[in-house]
């Protein structure tokens, strides 16, 4: 079971209020505030892909560029240490740090989805 919604290449959370009993979420990974809300799941669904089409309407006509979520690039705050062992272990592979921290984390992610396959 997925707690998030997927459209156009949009991440959108899913979540309950308890106070106004309806469900209701924003897109994720973006600077710009894209909320929606619905009495069912359908609802919250359309509501969410609604928004996002309307976003990347605005956007258009606005000739502005749509924001896209997980660019590919974070800052990560690791301590000096690691950053110091990270950098020898990289010039040890004759690679940079980023390609080297992506080849960590592919291979971690790797093995922690074919551990969800496998239970």
Known sequence: MKN???YKGYI???EYSNEDN???GKV????SLISYEGNSVV??????ENMVDSYLNDCQINKTEAEKPYKG???IR?????????AMQAQEKDITINAFIKEI???YIKVGYNKKILH
């Open 43 to 48: 609802e919250l669904k359309k509501s969410f």
């Open 12 to 14: 959108g959370s899913v």
């Open 105 to 107: 984390l592919d291979q």
């Open 73 to 75: 690039s974070l800052n």
């Open 28 to 31: 994720q990974g973006i600077r």
């Open 78 to 86: 690791i301590g000096s240490e690691t950053h110091r062992i990270l």
């Open 22 to 24: 309806c469900l209701f």
């Open 4 to 6: 998030y919604l997927e």
